[in-house]
């Protein structure tokens, strides 16, 4: 290593007064920052009140010195080299050493190394351990100047009280900064836990599970995918985009069995691991030359049966440490909940298909019962009503012909014409009934009118009916619905309410068509399961044509059934 020029101190400079030192260090450390703050703080507080050219503090992790910070005059004179290896090295020895060292002289190594304080351009050399209360180092603290600053033995044991003092504020710190790492921990796996349950398409439950998990991990990048069966049969793992440093890119990919790391993890089925991603034999060299990973971590995601139903990977870049086997534990963890919420997702998007199409059978079955009532109703009206129509003229005919002089004959003939008459008029009630005439001849203002008569008829009760702005004939569909759901509610009250009085309004404003029955009858728990199929059907009817329902009552109540159909 060759020698830097040397710096030339002013000599003339006197360190501040010890307590006034440590007077600032106090406070400096009294503001509990976090360890980068912390470091930079105090480096500068002592280069300030020391008059020093050059203090420095590093950070100690398991053995090992990891941030520096450097603060002084000379800070950033590097001389034609670069001081941080020397200053690295002289921190590790004391570090190993646990043990103060000092270098009065430019000449005088540093125990252990090769290096003195005149090759790196300083007069003399204090680097001393902070050390943990159970003893071990957590931090290495180095100052240089002119050894009458450095040296002396009131500046030594000033140091000293300093150390003790940054042993606790660098365990303090430590403690909070873990403590926030909890926190932030906690609330991912908590926002990662109302995600999975929450019914979320497989896709996006795959990115919310790599986000919370490279944010508890602390992950640069990541990736996730599903399994799908390809027209072969073969299986295959998909990732449809990239995520780093919070936002997504797109990034289609595929991985067969035993391609990159998702095709071998989905081919062995275990998580795999790799702290030196860029030479792994499955890497991704797009991901090497354009994020610079260098850690990852894949685990699989398997169902109740075990199956691979997808993976997840993680990626950290060449300055971050590697993932551990306690991290892929952790992710497995995460797997499993997500797998199951994939799972219970496909199997809730299947039922969602199934009553789909349960809907649309029933639909369809509806129209053709419609259609069915409309030909049953013609078939009366047309060929059965017409028959009876004949004999009754025939009959008619019969009695005129018929002697005077034959009451035994002609009584019989009139029972049987008022018997054909009471036929026709029930074959024509019931006609209306299957699909009555005015519907479509009409319109449903007067179909309803015609229904509300027949109800009051035979009911018992009175039916009020307003109806405004039915004049539009462009809906036949929600006209039959209405008229339907209007017929079944009557239905319903004639059978069960027991009621005196039934108000029914329809209208049709502002694109809906709406429906408000309200009854005075006994009414019923809403909440009951074992509703009849007339309610079932008023629901269906309604959910067909992307309607709404509301249904109110209770016991002495009455009843309250409100529809509104949009008419688009």
Sequence with gaps: ????????????????????????????????????????????????????????????????????????????????????????????????????????????????????????????????????????????????????????????????????????????????????????????????????????????????????????????GGCGGLSVTRPSGEAVLESDAYWRNGRWRRRPISWARGEGIPGRVLDHEFAYLTADYAHDLARDSDLVEQDGVQHAVCVPLRDASHQVVGFLELHRGVDRPAFTWNDAAFLEALADTTAMAIENSRLVSALAAKNAEVRRLFAQHAERIEEERQHIARELHDEAGQALVGVKLALQVLARVMPDDAPTVRAPLDELRMQVNQATARFRQLARRLRPPALDQHGLGTALAQLVHDTEQRGGFVVQLDVDGLDDRRFPAHETAVFRIVQEALTNVSAHAGATRVQIEVTQHSGFLSVAIQDDGCGFDVQDQSQGLGLRGIAERVHQLNGHLELTSGAGEGTRIRVQLPCR
């Design 1 to 220: 290593m060759s020698a830097a020029p040397h710096l030339v101190f002013d000599t003339s400079a006197r360190a501040s007064d010890g307590l006034a030192l440590l007077s600032a260090v106090s406070g400096a450390l009294a503001r509990e920052p976090d360890g980068a703050t912390l470091r930079a703080t105090l480096c500068r507080t002592m280069a300030l009140h020391m008059a020093l050219p050059f203090v420095a503090l590093g950070t100690v992790h398991e053995g090992d010195v990891q941030a520096v910070s450097i603060a002084g005059s000379a800070a950033g004179s590097e001389g034609g080299f670069d001081m941080q290896p020397a200053l690295r090295t002289i921190m590790r020895v004391v570090t190993a050493r646990r043990t103060r060292h000092v270098s009065r002289a430019p000449d005088e190594p540093v125990t252990g190394t090769r290096i003195t304080p005149g090759a790196l351009g300083w007069e003399s050399l204090v680097a001393l351990p902070v050390l943990h209360h159970a003893g071990h180092p957590v931090a290495v603290l180095c100052l240089a100047g002119p050894a009458t600053v450095t040296c002396s033995d009131g500046t030594l044991q000033t140091l000293e009280v300093v150390s003790n003092q940054l042993s606790v504020a660098l365990d303090r710190s430590e403690l909070l900064a873990r403590l926030a790492e909890w926190s932030n921990g906690m609330e991912a796996l908590l926002a990662f836990s109302g995600a999975v349950h929450r019914h979320r398409e497989p896709v996006t439950l795959v990115h919310a599970m790599v986000e919370h998990a490279a944010q508890f991990l602390k992950a640069d």
